[in-house]
């Protein structure tokens, strides 16, 4: 694995991780070019768990940024640390009461639902505790549904909604939301029941910094 030369900004990531995801789309809204590093988190037992990799972060897990004097891991310190150090197309809104709003939903998204359906959750149900498909994909669309529904809820009766989660410009909660719906998606759950999380979502993928940060165009992509 590479680090950050003094010209140059990479990021460590795998195309399918909802953490590097968000991180892909905060970086091409703010218009910062990286380097691509791929970790594949199931090939060779998982390149995150790597010497190489655990360098980086110990943690073993992605996303990974790193550029001249700067390593961080966890998406959404990545996400602030972005927003302080490159202020352009800022990603969180003016007053201190409407970005704690605006962290309320990202926070909801990225500590709630997520961590709930992350990869090593998934594995260590169906390895360690040996339960079915059947039953780990029931315990996927349950905690997603439950969440999902609760960000349904809340963002449709919000004053502060408009185009996006907040207001007609994309914050840090968008870039949150879209990469759950897409896992949402990815097991099978139908965004039909969440008309206003839907339509938040049309709006961001019509923008190039969200098409472009889409799995399906990452180089390591399947």
């Given at each position: 694995?590479?680090?950050?030369?003094?010209?140059?900004?990479?990021?460590?990531?795998?195309?399918?991780?909802?953490a590097?995801?968000?991180?892909?789309?905060a970086?091409?809204?703010?218009?910062?070019?990286?380097?691509?590093?791929?970790?594949?988190?199931?090939?060779?037992?998982?390149?995150?768990?790597?010497?190489?990799?655990?360098?980086?972060?110990?943690?073993?897990?992605v996303?990974?940024?790193?550029?001249?004097?700067?390593q961080?891991?966890?998406?959404?310190?990545?996400?602030?640390?972005?927003?302080?150090?490159?202020?352009?197309?800022?990603?969180?809104?003016?007053?201190?009461?409407e970005?704690?709003?605006?962290?309320?939903?990202?926070?909801?998204?990225?500590?709630?639902?997520?961590?709930?359906?992350?990869?090593?959750?998934?594995?260590?149900?169906?390895?360690?505790?040996?339960i079915?498909?059947?039953?780990?994909?029931?315990w996927?669309q349950?905690?997603?549904?439950?969440?999902?529904?609760?960000?349904?809820?809340e963002?449709?009766?919000?004053?502060?909604?408009?185009?996006?989660?907040?207001?007609?410009?994309?914050?840090?909660?968008?870039?949150?939301?879209?990469?759950?719906?897409?896992?949402?998606?990815?097991?099978?759950?139908?965004?039909?029941?969440?008309?206003?999380?839907?339509?938040?979502?049309?709006?961001?993928?019509?923008?190039?910094?969200?098409?472009?940060?889409?799995?399906?165009?990452?180089?390591d992509?399947?």
């Open positions: 694995m590479s680090t950050a030369t003094n010209e140059e900004r990479v990021l460590h990531n795998y195309f399918r991780s909802s590097s995801y968000r991180v892909r789309i970086l091409n809204l703010k218009g910062l070019d990286y380097r691509y590093v791929p970790v594949h988190l199931n090939r060779n037992g998982g390149e995150q768990f790597s010497s190489e990799f655990k360098a980086l972060n110990p943690h073993g897990l996303p990974v940024l790193a550029e001249p004097g700067v961080l891991s966890q998406s959404l310190a990545i996400l602030e640390y972005l927003e302080e150090k490159y202020p352009q197309a800022p990603l969180l809104p003016a007053t201190p009461e970005r704690g709003y605006v962290r309320q939903l990202a926070l909801a998204i990225a500590c709630e639902i997520h961590p709930l359906n992350n990869l090593r959750v998934l594995k260590y149900l169906s390895g360690t505790l040996g079915s498909d059947d039953a780990k994909n029931g996927i349950h905690w997603l549904r439950l969440g999902l529904q609760g960000l349904e809820t963002l449709a009766h919000s004053v502060r909604r408009g185009a996006f989660c907040f207001g007609d410009t994309p914050t840090i909660a968008d870039c949150c939301l879209v990469p759950q719906l897409f896992n949402a998606q990815r097991f099978n759950i139908d965004l039909a029941a969440y008309p206003t999380l839907a339509a938040i979502d049309r709006a961001c993928q019509a923008l190039p910094a969200f098409a472009a940060a889409h799995p399906a165009r990452q180089p992509s399947e």
